[in-house]
């Protein structure tokens, strides 16, 4: 960030933003990005003042009530973390700052804090602890806890149908972006920071998009072939349909699947761009629908990335671990459970199914494919590290795929491989 004093001005602009997200009606980034639409008058650097500093109090709400006081305002709320978080100094914040708030801040520079319960030395709710209890112990819950609160590296995925990812890097070096080949997926690309890449070549031809690592890998389990039909059953906006039909060349059927028409008609822009032809969007009403059932029996592969809470993504969705409820995640598991045995139907004898999420929750996660194995004997578990081995990606993950922030340095997530016995 900046040495340069911040403005009161940009000091209201960001507390009026954070009063807004702190409120919970809506995603962090949808208010943030209708603030952005509004105040188009505001230079990047303010922009980015204002973003880093909310996701930055919605990571660390618990320690900085603590702190500031668990009825401290939204400023307070920001100001404690400016002063204790960042560290910034008196003198930065002298002409936003009031002389009382001068002098609540300077008080606040040398305030302790007691004995902190494992909720607020994680950063996380109560009932979100005791669930994640059941997978960790306390160290490796702290140790999660620090990996969920550092902000996510922005990863790239390359679309091999239109480059590779030694040109992509070559390319990205010529415009001064620095960058270097991800960990795991043989198409990640990590960038060193957070550059702009809306009107950079590389996107506007379609030979990158935005797609965390971890992502990526979900691809590679499901492992389609040239020429197979892969249902991609809970589509989203697409971002794993698209490397789906990468991964088939472009060949054979891919129906992408989703309840919400908003998130799928965005993939229609990113399949032009990313010249995929072979890709079949469609609005469906549930896990239900009549044209799914059409489907029975004939998918080679079906991809169910289901609905969840979201938790392993909190790296750069920190308002989730606030806006989930014990009563939320409940409600996620039935919907889980009745997709996944929807899906199942979809798939060929001999074919593959590969339950996914990025959720950190047992229940979400083992729980729902331990059940569906015990009620549905005509599917097998195969070794996720063994599907990817076979790729050419080294990672020891066994038996199912768990990704984690602090272990490798993705957003979490779950996934397990499951085939359909030959009839």
């Known amino acids: 960030m900046s040495q340069e004093g911040i403005s009161r001005a940009l000091l209201d602009q960001a507390v009026q933003v954070l009063g807004s997200v702190l409120g ?25 003042f204002i973003a880093e500093s909310v996701y930055a109090v919605l990571r660390r709400l618990r320690w900085l009530r603590r702190l500031a006081g668990f009825r401290a305002t939204p400023r307070q709320l920001l100001l404690a973390w400016l002063v204790r978080g960042e560290g910034m100094s008196l003198r930065r914040l002298d002409a936003a700052l009031n002389g009382e708030e001068k002098a609540w801040a300077g008080e606040l520079k040398a305030r302790t804090i007691g004995d902190e319960t494992l909720g607020e030395r994680t950063d996380l709710p109560d009932w979100l602890v005791r669930r994640l209890s059941a997978r960790f112990d306390e160290e490796g819950l702290v ?9 996510a590296p922005l990863d790239l995925r390359v679309n091999t149908l239109k480059a590779n990812r030694d040109a992509v890097l ?11 080949a991800g960990a795991f997926s043989p198409v990640a690309i990590r960038l060193a920071g957070k550059p702009a890449l809306q009107r950079h070549p590389l996107f506007l031809d379609g030979c990158v998009e935005v797609q965390d690592e971890g992502s990526q890998l979900l691809g590679y389990l499901v492992a389609p072939k040239r020429g197979e039909m892969v249902v991609d059953f809970c589509a989203g906006a697409g971002g794993k349909t698209l490397l789906l039909g990468a991964l088939m060349r472009n060949t054979g059927r891919l129906y992408a699947f989703d309840v919400a028409e908003r998130r799928l008609a965005k993939l229609k822009p990113r399949m032009a761009r990313a010249g995929l032809s072979n890709v079949h969007p469609m609005v469906v009403a549930s896990e239900t629908d009549a044209r799914i059932k059409r489907l029975a029996g004939k998918a080679d592969r079906v991809l169910v990335d289901a609905p969840c809470s979201g938790l392993g993504t909190l790296r750069r969705n920190p308002d989730l671990k606030w806006r989930q409820t014990d009563a939320s995640v409940d409600e996620l598991v039935v919907k889980q459970s009745a997709i996944l045995a929807a899906a199942a139907r979809l798939v060929r004898p001999g074919g593959r199914l590969v339950y996914a999420t990025c959720s950190l929750l047992v229940e979400e996660n083992d729980a729902i494919v331990d059940a569906f194995l015990a009620a549905h004997p005509g599917f097998v578990q195969i070794s996720a590290a063994e599907v990817l081995r076979k790729q050419g990606i080294e990672l020891e993950c066994g038996e199912r795929l768990s990704l984690l922030p602090q272990v490798h340095d993705t957003d979490g997530f779950f996934a397990a491989v499951l085939e359909r016995a030959q009839a």
């Open 143 to 151: 140790a999660l806890a620090r990996g969920l609160n550092r902000p």
């Open 170 to 180: 070559a390319g990205l070096a010529g415009s001064g972006i620095e960058a270097h």
């Open 24 to 48: 919970f009606q809506h995603p962090a980034d949808s208010v943030l990005s209708r603030c952005f639409r509004e105040q188009r008058n505001l230079g990047q650097r303010d922009r980015a």
